[in-house]
Every structure is written in structure tokens, then in C-alpha cells.
């Protein structure tokens, strides 16, 4: 009898059992709990273990981890984000971080916690149109912070208190509205010492203040309105002056500066007609590329002594003048190729000691006397690698090479010419100071004095 009750409480148990489990791994009842569960393990196959400021939220992503001078970068441009990622995914803590070209539209209070040994941050060229006063909290040693080319309106001074060591803000190119929120920030611009925080940006709005840069508006404007009760032309002469006008481009503005690997600005496909005033110092790598400049100009690159890296490819160029190149002194690489050059006169590459490479190719080089400049300047630089460099025209050098064409002018050139003895004696370069010139200068001193016919001038020719 105690045999048949233990098998009967035994049976009842087995049946239970799946009941109890399905309730405890679905943790809800029925359906509901069993699509539960397969929701979480679909998100924890597909990622990384980790959670998002906003909650917990799993995604992969496909930046790079990499080491410069021992100090981490991470690489996260174009990797198509929406949000910040976590600190805890990165397998060392990086000091850079790059962000620049994604799909962040705001950032919150917190986005950077972790990332306490970050010094350089770049959020340029999203769609970021919010930053709340705490999302850079933690990130005491923060110096470069880069904000250009989003939607930003407003900004807080709130927002750069946790940043002491701030010292370079980029803000331009974002449409600033220009009223009382702002008054904190604009005064902390125009502070003397922060004099690299927030250079160019300009005010978008309203219209008494449109392109007015923020370190130069007055404060007290901001949190001033139109007061319509009083004389409209009286308060017409005081807010809506007259905006500043550019004679022209700024490079900050028309172009995107980059950090990583080195601090590049690129102004390919601008439209420009001219290259663009203001490219900083520190900046090593300007591309200039498919653009419509056809003239360069004396101190066109004056305040770039930084340079490293200069391309001027597809311009249609067709002059470069003596000094458009100054103070290049560290340049290394210059690309001229597909423009309109016909040669490049005599002095323009004078201040690149230090260039080890050129690009002349497409370019409708005129195999004459001008282009020898060009060769000898090759010469006297062998450690310039130069590729290219090509006759166009005239017809019979078409595809020949510049400096054999050179070459086969100085030498062929005093047979062409088919001289007398005398007049060639007399004119050919290439005899001044040989025995036969030394010889004749003899003959002419051996002369009777009496028979020499008086000379007017005296000829000195220095060989």
C-alpha cells in the first residue's frame, strides 16, 4: 500500500515539474513569458554584453582599437552610430575617440562616464542638435573637443564646467540662436585666456545678430528684445547693423578638420575659386582637390608652417606665382597633377627644402625653353621623387620625357644653329673661357697699337 501511495505522489511531481520550469525560465506565464525569454537570447546573440546610457541595450560595433605613440585612439567615423558606446567595450582606455560623420542626434548627461583618461574628442559632422549640461562628465582631462557641422542651437556653460583642461572648442558651422540661454557661453568665449574655444562660430539667428561672431557679440544684447513700444528706426540703428563682411573664405568653415592620424583638413569638392584664408598652424595635411583654383597667389599658405602634405590635384590650374609656396619650409609632399600647368616659373619651388615627392602628371606640359627651370631645379634636389612630368606640345615631343628633352636640347642645340666659326666663337655659352676664346684675346693683344681702331666701350663678359 505505501509502495502504490509514493509511486502515485512520484507521478503527480514528474507531471508538475515542466510546469514549474517553464514558469521560472520564461519568467511569466503561458506564451508571454516563453517570447520573453527568446527576445533576450536573440539580443545576447547579436551583442556584446554591455548597456547603453539609456538602458540596457546590446549592439556590436565595428570601430578600431589602435596605439600611436603609445597612447590609444579609437576610431569610430562612419560607422553609422546613433549613440555614444560604453567605456567597458574598448579593451584598453582610450585617450582619443572618434565619432566624427555618424547619426548622433543628442548627446545625454553621463554618454562619456568611463571614459576618465579621454583627451580628445571628436563629434564633428553628425546630426547632434542637444547636449545636455551633465554628458561630458568624467572627463577631467579632456583638452580638444570638436562640435563643428551639427545642428546645435544652444549650449550651456554648464555643459564645459566638468572639462577643466579644456583648451580647444570648435562650435562653428552650427546654427546658433543667438538669445539669453546663450549669454553663459558667450561669456565664457570672451574670456582672454580660453582664446582657442570657439573660434569662427557664428550667430544664426535672430536677424539683428546673423553672422556675428560669438566672441564679439555683447552679452548684454543677448537677453535684450526688440522693444516695439519705443521708436522702431532708433532701436533699427542699434541691433540690426550691418553683418561683417568677408572678402574671403575661411578654411575653418568651408573646410573639415580631422585629428586622427594627424590633424588633416580636407576642402576637396568645395567649389572653391581660390584657396581659403585662415588654415591653422598646427594643421599637416590640406587637400585641395577638385576645385576651380586656377591662380596661386603669393602667401596663399603663409600661416600654414605646419604642412606636411599639400594637394592641388583637378584645379585646372594655370599659374603659380613666385612666394605662392613660402614659408612651406616643411613640406614633403606636393601633388599638382591633373591641372593646366604649362610650366612652373622660375623661383616657386625655392622654400621646399625639405620636399621628397611631387606629382606633375596631366598636366599639358610645353617641352621650350621655359620648362628647363622645372628640370634643373630636379636636379639640384635628387632626393625629390617626381612622376609625370611630360612633354604636350609642340607635336614632335608629344610624350617625351621633360628632362630628356632637356638634355637633347643642350646638346644638339649649337649644330641647329649652324654658326660661323667667328659668331659661334663669339656667342656659344659653352666657349667662353676655353683655350680657343683665351687664344684669340692673344692675338687681338699682340696687335700694333697703332692699328687698333679706338674702342667707344670696354666689354667685360663674366663666364
Not at 107 to 136: C, K, P, T
Not at 180 to 199: A, D, F, K, Y
Not at 304 to 314: E, G, K, P, Q, T
Request: neutral net charge.
Amino acid at each position: 500500500m505505501r509502495m502504490i501511495r509514493f509511486l502515485c505522489v512520484a507521478s503527480l511531481l514528474l507531471s508538475v515539474l515542466p510546469f514549474i520550469e517553464t514558469k521560472r525560465s520564461g519568467r511569466g506565464r503561458g506564451l508571454k513569458g516563453l517570447k520573453n525569454k527568446h527576445r533576450r537570447d536573440r539580443a545576447r546573440v547579436r551583442g556584446v554584453g554591455r548597456h547603453s546610457r539609456s538602458g540596457p541595450f546590446k549592439f556590436a560595433t565595428n570601430c578600431s582599437e589602435s596605439t600611436d605613440s603609445g597612447e590609444v585612439f579609437v576610431d569610430c567615423e562612419r560607422r553609422n552610430l546613433v549613440s555614444i558606446p560604453t567605456s567597458d567595450i574598448w579593451s584598453r582606455a582610450p585617450k582619443h575617440l572618434l565619432l566624427a560623420q555618424n547619426q548622433i542626434k543628442a548627446v545625454r548627461d553621463g554618454a562619456f562616464l568611463g571614459y576618465h583618461r579621454l583627451v580628445s574628442l571628436d563629434l564633428q559632422q553628425n546630426q547632434i542638435f542637444l547636449v545636455e549640461e551633465g554628458a561630458f562628465m568624467d572627463l577631467k582631462h579632456l583638452t580638444t573637443l570638436l562640435l563643428q557641422h551639427n545642428q546645435l542651437r544652444t549650449l550651456s556653460e554648464e555643459a564645459l564646467i566638468p572639462m577643466p583642461d579644456l583648451s580647444y572648442l570648435r562650435l562653428y558651422d552650427n546654427p546658433w540662436n543667438c538669445l539669453c540661454p546663450m549669454e553663459s557661453l558667450v561669456r565664457t568665449l570672451q574670456v582672454p585666456s580660453n582664446r582657442n574655444l570657439g573660434n569662427h562660430a557664428r550667430c544664426a539667428e535672430p536677424i539683428r545678430l546673423k553672422n556675428r561672431k560669438l566672441k564679439r557679440v555683447d552679452p548684454e544684447l543677448l537677453c535684450k528684445e526688440l522693444d516695439t513700444s519705443v521708436n522702431v528706426n532708433s532701436n533699427l540703428t542699434n541691433f540690426l547693423e550691418p553683418s561683417p563682411i568677408r572678402s574671403k573664405s575661411d578654411a575653418t568653415t568651408l573646410c573639415h578638420t580631422y585629428i586622427f592620424p594627424r590633424i588633416r583638413m580636407e576642402c576637396s569638392k568645395r567649389g572653391l575659386t581660390e584657396v581659403p584664408s585662415g588654415i591653422p598652424e598646427d594643421v599637416v595635411q590640406v587637400d585641395l582637390s577638385h576645385n576651380s583654383i586656377r591662380h596661386l597667389r603669393p602667401n596663399n599658405f603663409r600661416e600654414a608652417r605646419s604642412l606636411r602634405i599639400l594637394n592641388l590635384s583637378n584645379n585646372n590650374m594655370e599659374h603659380i606665382d613666385k612666394g605662392s609656396l613660402s614659408g612651406l619650409l616643411h613640406l614633403r609632399e606636393l601633388d599638382l597633377s591633373d591641372n593646366n600647368l604649362h610650366f612652373i616659373q622660375y623661383g616657386v619651388l625655392e622654400d621646399l627644402y625639405f620636399l621628397s615627392q611631387i606629382k606633375l602628371g596631366g598636366n599639358p606640359w610645353v617641352c621650350n625653353y621655359s620648362i628647363h627651370y622645372m628640370v634643373y631645379w630636379l636636379r639640384l634636389h635628387p632626393g625629390v621623387r617626381d612622376s609625370g612630368l611630360l612633354c604636350h606640345s609642340p607635336l614632335e615631343h608629344t610624350g617625351e620625357d621633360v628632362e630628356e628633352y632637356v638634355h637633347s636640347y643642350n646638346r644638339e642645340c649649337p649644330k641647329d644653329r649652324q654658326l660661323s666659326r667667328k659668331d659661334h666663337d663669339q656667342t656659344d655659352p659653352e666657349l667662353w673661357g676655353t683655350a680657343m676664346e683665351v687664344q684669340a684675346e692673344l692675338e687681338e693683344d699682340l696687335e700694333p697699337s697703332h692699328l687698333r681702331v679706338p674702342e667707344k666701350y670696354q666689354l667685360i663678359r663674366l663666364s
